[in-house]
């Protein structure tokens, strides 16, 4: 028995990526038959792909795993093309987070606070994380106190644009915060 595959078919070279058994790939003595068009049950295989055969269909392996395994006729071209579609916009859909850093001094100025804040509130605007940090180095490291209020003013100020994650906290040198952007209302 000839494959019976739509002309202009060709079996995808993903190496695999996109793995189902069609047509005369199918050896198994029995399938379930589910889908469209179709009275759903146990079939023999042969019996399965005549009616896949008069419907000008292919018989396409969908749970291999299952006892006797899962199968539907349908066009296989566009089947792989919707599957292929479906993985393209949960891809689109997954948010990949960006996270921005800005540095301060335990003295930073009001002119170069204000500038930073800028930059942070664009930043959340496009939808990604700040990162606030402020660098102790040598003797700085006995200020916290004022790399502490400098970090919750920032946080303050942007409050109306983004979240705080997290109070700041000391890290080696360092006190960090977080401020994630606050979620768009649709």
């Not at 078919?9 to 179709?38: A, H, S, T």
């Not at 993985?87 to 850093?101: G, H, P, R, S, Y």
């Amino acid at each position: 028995m000839a494959k019976l595959v739509k002309p202009g078919f060709k079996k995808p070279e993903d190496n695999g990526k996109l793995d189902f058994r069609i047509n005369d790939e199918i050896r198994v003595p029995q399938v379930r038959l589910v889908g469209e068009n179709v009275e759903e049950g146990v079939y023999p295989t042969s019996q399965a792909l005549r009616m896949a055969e008069e419907m000008e269909l292919d018989l396409v392996e969908i749970a291999a795993t299952a006892t006797p395994p899962v199968c539907r006729i349908i066009d296989y071209n566009k089947f792989l093309y919707e599957k292929k579609r479906k993985e393209k916009e949960i891809k689109a859909k997954t948010q990949k987070t960006v996270v921005k850093d800005i540095r301060f001094t335990p003295n930073t100025d009001d002119h170069d606070f204000e500038f930073k804040a800028k930059h942070a509130e664009r930043f959340l605007k496009e939808g990604d994380k700040v990162k606030a940090y402020v660098q102790f180095r040598g003797r700085a490291i006995l200020f916290k106190e004022r790399g502490e209020l400098l970090l919750l003013k920032f946080a303050q100020r942007l409050e109306e644009f983004g979240t705080l994650e997290n109070l700041p906290k000391l890290e080696g040198k360092s006190m960090i915060i977080f401020i994630s952007p606050k979620k768009k209302k649709s």
